[in-house]
């Protein structure tokens, strides 16, 4: 049986196919300096290079015509059964659950409260409604579901007790197919250490505190808004900032989700200039460009804080892993971030950071009292796991 797997980012559309827990082809979609960009693997070859608007937005039509051009499927008839990540706030999506008439009023219902995420994954939906036949089975993966078991203290906010029940207001927290995914790589070269601190940063940025392999605390919340600077996200800001941004510029509550996810993060901090890192530090780096410099600086700061406020949690630090798109990648970033961890007697080995982009590796100095790993994310396969094994 050929399982696909689709995973609909806020900046970027991952496909891949799967046969007996095989991956036999993956493609991942993406904006890449202000245009979009593919990349394609199968039968052991990677392709990249620039794609168009058009091809972007009708990823699917895209999608099979390259997996046919690939001879990876002679039709879409092939696949069996299709699995997609879902990140949406609520007790409901906790857990994975077939896509039929329930889920997706559900699903609709949630999109109020996390509409970057959830916009993007409901439209696709459709679009694999129409693009398959009635007797696929589509399956949400939940990406919260890591989290489930959190404790009362890190997963209630202080907010009347009938209220966070009747409206389920509750952190959820996020990234957690990654996070499975990162703890799954770990455990199989080694015994898991007891106190991790896993930061997930791409275009939404996560930290998350892991003791005995499970999740005590992480940045985001009741949706994938709160917590640290992201791309475009603004993260943490006091309720009573937004309460009065609300009055005084005169936004409704549909202009304040597009202004809180949309125009702020990275973007707003470097006056518009770019929600890209690599853009930033470019600028940083070449034009001496203050306002990129301020926002890569507190992109920092506020990781460095969490895990200082985790390493309490946690009651000490083994390890720091670093995983997602500028986790895995940067490896400038990754010491921006090292460097104000001093306290914590945190050391890379800049040699090996710097050679360390892509790939999996140790990158902490042999004498660094807490181990710092690169750990590169497979999410499409612990979808596929969990789409597979789905009753």
């Known amino acids: 049986m050929k399982y696909l797997i689709v995973n609909p980012g806020s900046a970027s559309k991952k496909y891949a196919v799967y046969e007996d827990g095989k991956e036999i082809s993956f493609v991942h979609l993406e904006v890449c300096n202000k245009n979009f960009c593919f990349t394609v693997r199968s039968k052991d070859k990677k392709e990249t290079g620039d794609l168009s608007a058009k091809d972007f937005d009708k990823s699917l039509v895209y999608l099979f015509k390259t997996l046919k051009e690939k001879g990876i499927l002679a039709s879409q008839e092939e696949i069996a059964q299709i699995g997609v990540r879902i990140v949406a706030p609520g007790i409901y999506f906790q857990k994975n659950a077939l896509i039929d008439k329930e889920y997706m009023k559900k699903l609709h219902e949630a999109e109020k409260k996390a509409p970057l995420h959830l916009e993007g994954a409901i439209q696709e939906i459709d679009r694999l409604k129409k693009f398959f036949s009635k007797n696929v089975k589509m399956i949400g993966i939940s990406d919260s579901a890591f989290h489930f078991d959190m404790p009362e203290k890190a997963r209630k906010y202080a907010i009347p007790l009938e209220d966070a ?49 499970r999740s005590i605390d992480t ?22 900032a937004i309460i009065y941004m609300s009055e005084t510029m005169r936004l409704d509550s549909i202009k304040l989700r597009q202004y809180l996810n949309k125009k702020c993060g990275l973007l707003g901090l470097s006056g518009g200039k770019s929600a890209d890192v690599r853009d930033l530090l470019d600028l940083e780096e070449k034009q001496k460009d203050a306002d990129s410099k301020m926002a890569l600086d507190i992109y920092a700061y506020k990781i460095q804080k969490q895990i200082g406020a985790f390493a309490v949690a946690l009651g000490g630090l083994d390890k720091i892993v670093f995983s997602g798109t500028v986790g895995e990648r940067s490896f400038k970033m990754r010491k921006r971030i090292c460097d104000g961890l001093k306290f914590l007697d945190v050391k890379l080995d800049e040699k090996i950071n710097n050679e360390t982009e892509g790939i999996d590796g140790v990158v902490s100095a042999s004498d660094s009292k807490v181990k710092v790993e690169v750990v590169l994310t497979d999410e499409m396969k612990d979808l596929a796991e969990e789409t597979r094994n789905f009753k």
């Open 165 to 213: 029940k009747k409206y389920e207001i509750y952190r959820y927290g996020y990234h957690g197919i990654s996070l499975r995914s990162i703890l799954n790589k770990i455990k199989a070269k080694e015994n898991l250490p007891d106190k991790v601190i896993v930061c997930h940063i791409g275009g939404g940025v996560s930290v998350t505190a892991i003791k005995d392999g």
């Open 219 to 240: 940045s985001m919340g009741f949706t994938p808004l709160e917590g640290m600077v992201m791309a475009n996200r603004v993260g943490d800001i006091d309720s009573g």
